[in-house]
């Protein structure tokens, strides 16, 4: 009989490991038996301050575990497809529930969009405010509490947790999917063919990187640094590396996009470095008519000195995007699962960590020794 859950919580600058009640799950509701969390780089910048968060809070949105103890209506119900689950089952769940009533939710649905004004986000829920009981609501947890309206996916032989864990960064990318619309034959929207450039070498770069390689793009340019890391995304799609110690310069990275394109530009440009003076950068590499995709700002770093005339001369298309809607999920669970040959995923996992050691991937991260790290809570 469990009694008691071991958890990490997070407060601004530091970790501590709590442990609370182990709850009965009640009617629509599930426990999770955590197998691996990722650690994001949200986490980062909310451990850093950087994000609005109500803390203290138990990290942990890119969640994998197993199906512990369920009640009858969750086990039928909460499987996307209304496959019934069982004990035992591995699975990994979309962290937002949405509220179904604030105008995105009524006008966007709440199956196809993550712009939820007030959702109930897996590892960003207050772990003391009464409303919260039980709190075991993050992935760096023994257990981990599913609420009613969670969005189950089985996770499919053959993968294993480390790559599984993978899904959420994957689905983080989307935008370069977004950029396939409308024309793409027409050189209108990202296409077959094309030459994409990634700035940024992380796990969110070489899963841009991935994405970009599957939708047919011929050569991928990635900028980024430390070189260990552009190393690892020559794996992952990278046909060719700029290494930010060789162009240290905006000047000098643009010249050589500019250079290897001959003198075009690429069709698309995605920024998935988290920082914000790489966006100017990526408007001058794009040709005219590209288009830029915005992926890596995932917190607010303050505003840059930026030239809008440059959109409209290149004739540019802009794509921000927040996160991803929850049916990201079930086509990039698919694209993980059909190219778990292509890409060698598991090595994206550098650092496996247990629960009193998560402050240490944080760190890792930081000091971007660390590809993806990832929590083990039992
Ligand atoms: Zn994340
Ligand atoms: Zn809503």
Redesign the pocket.
């Known amino acids: 009989m469990v009694s008691r859950v071991r958890a990490a919580v997070m407060y601004p600058g530091r970790m501590e490991t709590r442990s609370f009640d182990y709850p009965a799950p009640e009617e629509d509701e599930m426990i999770v038996k955590m197998h691996m969390s990722?650690v994001?780089?949200?986490?980062k910048h909310q451990f850093d301050g950087h994000l609005k968060v109500d803390f203290p809070v138990i990290p942990g949105?890119?969640n994998v575990g197993e199906v512990f103890e369920t009640t009858e209506s969750a086990s039928s119900r909460m499987e996307v497809h209304g496959e019934p689950l069982q004990k035992g089952d591995r699975i990994l769940w979309y962290?937002d529930i949405s509220c179904g009533t604030c105008h995105y939710c009524r006008f966007l649905g709440t199956w196809h969009s993550a712009q939820c004004e007030n959702p109930f986000t897996y590892g960003y829920v207050n772990c003391e405010k009464e409303e919260f009981r039980p709190w075991i609501f993050g992935g760096w947890s023994e257990y981990t509490l599913l609420r009613p309206g969670t969005r189950v996916w089985r996770i499919p032989d053959g993968m294993v947790d480390e790559v599984a864990v993978l899904l959420?960064?994957l689905a983080?990318t989307r935008a370069i999917a977004r950029a396939q619309m409308p024309y793409p034959n027409q050189k209108e929207g990202f296409g077959y063919g094309d030459t994409v450039v990634i700035q940024g070498a992380g796990p969110v770069g070489l899963m841009a990187a991935v994405r970009a390689k599957v939708l047919g793009a011929e050569s991928v340019i990635m900028l980024g640094a430390p070189d260990w890391r552009l190393k690892v995304a020559e794996e992952f799609g990278a046909d060719v590396t700029l290494s930010l110690e060789t162009y240290d310069t905006p000047e000098a990275r643009i010249a050589e996009v500019k250079r290897l394109t001959k003198g075009i530009g690429a069709d698309l440009v995605a920024d998935c470095t988290g920082i914000p003076s790489a966006f100017p950068e990526a408007v001058e590499m794009a040709r005219k008519s590209g288009y830029v995709v915005e992926i890596g700002a995932y917190t607010d770093y303050g505003p840059i000195p930026f030239n809008p005339w440059r959109l409209v001369d290149r004739d540019l298309t802009v794509i921000g995007q927040f996160?991803c809607p929850p049916m990201q999920y079930e086509a990039d669970l698919k694209m993980l699962k059909n190219t778990m040959d292509r890409f060698p995923y598991r090595k994206m996992l550098t650092h496996i960590v247990p629960l009193d050691k998560a402050v240490d991937a944080i760190s890792a991260h930081r000091a971007l020794r660390s590809m993806k790290a990832a929590i083990t809570p039992s």
């Open positions: 990722g994001c780089g949200s986490d949105h890119e962290p959420d960064t983080s996160y």
